[in-house]
């Protein structure tokens, strides 16, 4: 996994959260309003992480590409393409003679195996 650069946001966002250690120095009596507090700020951080995904792009409808254009996609030769498309969840064989693959398909396998 890539190690996130912090960016000027992010530094701010620590700023403001108190450290975890904070809440030892916390009356026990104030606890279920912190407790209620942190449930709001859950809720909200998870609502714009969820309204961030829903604005990326869609993808175009899927097409499906020749071996020549994925193998240019995928940066592969046609060769490599034919020896494992039986273990590739984008390729599509359309009958014994015709092999084709999905772009959308290689879009995903490349976003996850980056």
Request: net charge positive; proline share 6%; glycine share 2%.
């Amino acid at each position: 996994m890539n190690a996130r650069r912090h960016t000027e946001s992010d530094l701010q966002c620590k700023t403001v959260l108190p450290a975890v250690e904070a809440i030892d120095a916390c009356p026990t009596d104030a606890l279920p309003a912190v407790l209620a507090h942190l449930a709001a700020l859950q809720a909200r951080a998870a609502a714009r992480l969820m309204a961030a995904r829903l604005a990326e792009p869609e993808l175009p409808t899927d097409e499906l590409l020749s071996v020549k254009e994925a193998a240019k996609r995928l940066g592969v030769s046609a060769d490599w393409l034919y020896r494992r498309a039986d273990a590739l969840p984008f390729a599509r064989r359309l009958s014994p003679r015709a092999l084709r693959f999905s772009s959308r398909g290689i879009t995903r396998w490349m976003r996850q195996t980056r």
